[in-house]
């Protein structure tokens, strides 16, 4: 019995960015398919095939192949669950077709990719007298062809093995460090031994094994015959095989290099940047059969580069040879980001679905997108302007024009290159539109001490609840605002603006406000009325008496300060901030030494000792000066002003003869004595 078992997978996929209040909401099918293009199936023996189809939205599934819809019969069996089964024998029943699964629900019908199921393939090879290759010495290098080699499909189901004798029991190991199998079969000894030339009557024979249809052929016997040598020496490496491979994004590619040599080179792996390449754990590198091959798993578009080989032989001196292979990264088209959003849409505008496919570089382009709505192809008869449909973008870019609840569904892009197929399915849902009956007035006039209103009274779809968003701007600029949603986040409006519950009425409260109080309030208004899907948005401007002569206000924000009691604040740090500065003066000047004291100690005098000595002592005021005191400063003793303009006055003042250069240089002249006709030298003037 042989059995194959796939798996076609669609997860429920919920429209993007749609918040339901109807949890019964039927939802148009939605399909993820992970077939591959090609399925292959042998046709020996009795044959099982199973493979489920899943999408969202409670379905039920129906499958076509070849276009044509397949029913249950003693062969195919369907299933409620979208498994198809199918069981036949040789001869019997051909299975084999192209195969397309059907999502349906009441919202629409989604589809998977075609794939097809065929026959494996694999000939014989042709009939042939064994060939005896030339007789060669030990330690040499020598090589067998697969010659020959037969048709064998599909290639990752193929393999190469190389046997011995008449049967399939005794079969090389081509693993090892002397002997290599390269990518077309050819069996590589890379230095020989006397052992490999087979007894008389056995033979080299080359094996090809397809996976899939469990089956091995053999063919091109060849025989060996090889000399012995005692003193070997030294045999130059030689590079005798080296091939770059294709893969696929997401899969494995191998590179292969094959040198020869005795003894046996060393092979190391660098990439296009001279880095060397180190398998470690877990790693997406791999090294086989003694570094001959390099495994890259996971391949990206990254890995597409120019790889180097390097054999290096160390015998009387280091011998080192190189060979360029290429990996070449292949793939279905590749969508770019946002392609074939879910998208949720009102009655009458228009729903835009994208498909915008690139090639991995080095392939062409992708196929212009065919496109289909609940899995039927649309016409070029339904595009154009007036027509249901319309594309831009060279057919990437689908419209539906002024969408209607009928155009509810399922939509799917598809389009192709070399190397695959890309399929994706998107869902449309129409709604009913923010139908707004009653709007804010354009303009509105607000007086002291009056109150009106800014309200709006609207309906939309059942699934969905209208949300509010109020703004005011007033005449200097300053934007205020009370939303739950967006950047400005609460609410720092007025108290004399207040909401109603459900946000839909705005109440202008001026009962409190009198005179110019009322330009607080006058400003333009901006009011959202909104879904997750659809806007629709209002102005108002609001207007005062213009006779009115405005008055400063102050308007206290939620969480903020009021700048008077901030300025306040100020005033109180600068004015303990004065004070602080006025003691610590005080402070600074208070009792210690007065500097003139350290300079007479310091020239040897003793001005205190010096003060007692002269005979000065209090004397009191003169009787009678209180009476005769002058009015000025500055009055001389004959009543008259007098000013001081420089020292010789006070000369003539007072009879004194000044010499200014006595002064210190604080403009004090203690301790220095003058040429004073007066006093004795002995006398100190204080």
Not at 169 to 180: F, Q
Not at 406 to 420: A, K, L, P, V, Y
Not at 475 to 484: H, L, P, S, T
Request: proline content about 5%; glycine content about 8%; overall charge negative.
């Amino acid at each position: 019995m042989f059995s194959i078992y796939l798996l076609l997978l669609g997860s429920s996929v919920l429209l993007s960015n749609a918040q339901w209040d109807m949890e019964d909401l039927v939802q148009p099918p939605s399909m993820k398919s992970t077939f591959q293009q090609t399925y292959y199936l042998a046709d020996h023996g009795k044959v099982e095939f199973s493979v489920a189809c899943k999408a969202s939205g409670n379905p039920t599934y129906r499958w076509e192949v070849d276009g044509i819809t397949i029913h249950n019969h003693m062969f195919r069996n369907l299933y409620s669950n979208g498994s198809l089964f199918i069981s036949v024998s040789n001869d019997t029943f051909s299975p084999y077709g192209v195969y397309q699964c059907f999502a349906n629900n009441s919202a629409g019908s989604a589809m998977s990719i075609k794939f097809t199921l065929t026959k494996p393939r694999l000939t014989g090879f042709p009939t042939s007298p064994t060939v005896d290759l030339p007789r060669a010495n030990e330690y040499d290098y020598q090589r067998i062809k697969c010659n020959s080699r037969p048709t064998c499909k599909p290639d990752w189901a193929c393999s190469t093995e190389w046997k011995i004798g008449t049967g399939t029991e005794n079969s090389i190991d081509s693993t090892g460090p002397r002997v290599a199998l390269d990518g077309e079969g050819t069996l590589h000894f890379l230095y020989l031994l006397r052992t490999d030339q087979l007894q008389s009557g056995l033979y080299y024979g080359c094996g090809v094994w397809n996976q899939v249809m469990s089956l091995l052929t053999k063919g091109s016997h060849t025989t060996l015959s090889i000399t012995s040598v005692d003193n070997p020496g030294l045999k130059d490496m030689e590079l005798k095989y080296n091939r770059g491979a294709t893969g696929t994004k997401g899969k494995s590619a191998e590179l292969q290099c094959i040198f020869s040599g005795y003894p046996l080179p060393t092979i190391t792996w660098f990439d296009e940047n001279d880095d060397e390449i180190v398998p470690g754990s877990g790693d997406k590198y791999m090294l086989l059969n003694y570094n001959r091959i390099l495994r890259i798993k996971n391949l990206t578009p990254g890995d597409e580069m120019n790889y180097k080989c390097w054999g290096t032989q160390n015998y009387n001196g280091v011998i080192k040879k190189s060979a360029v292979v290429f990996l070449n990264v292949t793939g279905p088209p590749q969508a770019n980001s946002d392609q074939m959003q879910n998208v949720v849409k009102p009655i009458g505008t228009a729903a835009k679905f994208y498909c915008n496919t690139t090639s991995l570089p080095g392939e062409l382009e992708p196929a212009v997108p065919t496109w289909y709505f609940n899995g039927a192809l649309i016409t070029e008869a339904e595009v154009g302007f007036e027509q249901r449909y319309r594309k831009e973008a060279n057919g990437k870019v689908l419209i539906v024009n002024k969408v209607q609840k009928t155009n509810t569904g399922s939509f799917q892009c598809m389009t192709s290159n070399s190397e695959g197929v890309f399929m994706r399915d998107a869902t449309l849902v129409v709604i009913d539109p923010i139908v707004v009956t009653y709007t804010p007035p354009e303009e509105m006039e607000l007086l002291p001490e009056e109150v009106k209103y800014l309200a709006v009274d609207a309906t939309t779809d059942p699934l969905f609840t209208l949300k509010y968003s109020w703004s005011f701007t007033n005449k200097d600029g300053d934007i205020f605002y009370n939303n739950d949603v967006g950047d400005n986040f609460g609410s720092n409006f007025p108290e004399e603006l207040v909401l109603s519950s459900d946000r839909s009425n705005l109440t202008l409260n001026g009962a409190n406000l009198e005179g110019g109080e009322i330009f607080k309030l006058v400003g333009s208004y901006k009011l959202r009325v909104f879904h997750d899907h659809e806007e629709k948005t209002y102005f108002s401007e609001v207007t005062t008496d213009d006779s009115i002569n405005p008055a400063p206000v102050v308007v206290t924000t939620a969480g903020g300060f009021n700048p008077i009691i901030i300025a306040i604040i100020l005033g109180v740090i600068v004015l303990f901030i004065v004070i602080f500065l006025i003691v610590c003066l005080l402070y600074r000047n208070r009792g210690g030494t007065y500097p003139l004291d350290k300079k007479e100690l310091a020239a040897g005098h003793d001005p205190e000792k010096e003060l007692a000595n002269s005979g000065f002592h209090d004397l009191s005021r003169a009787d009678g000066f209180d009476d005769e005191k002058p009015t000025n400063d500055r009055m001389s003793l004959n009543d008259s002003d007098k000013d001081y303009d420089s020292d010789d006055d006070l000369d003539q003042e007072y009879g004194i003869d000044f010499d200014t250069s006595k002064f210190n240089e604080d403009g004090s002249f203690i301790g220095q004595y003058t040429d004073s006709k007066r006093h004795p030298p002995n006398q100190s003037v204080v």
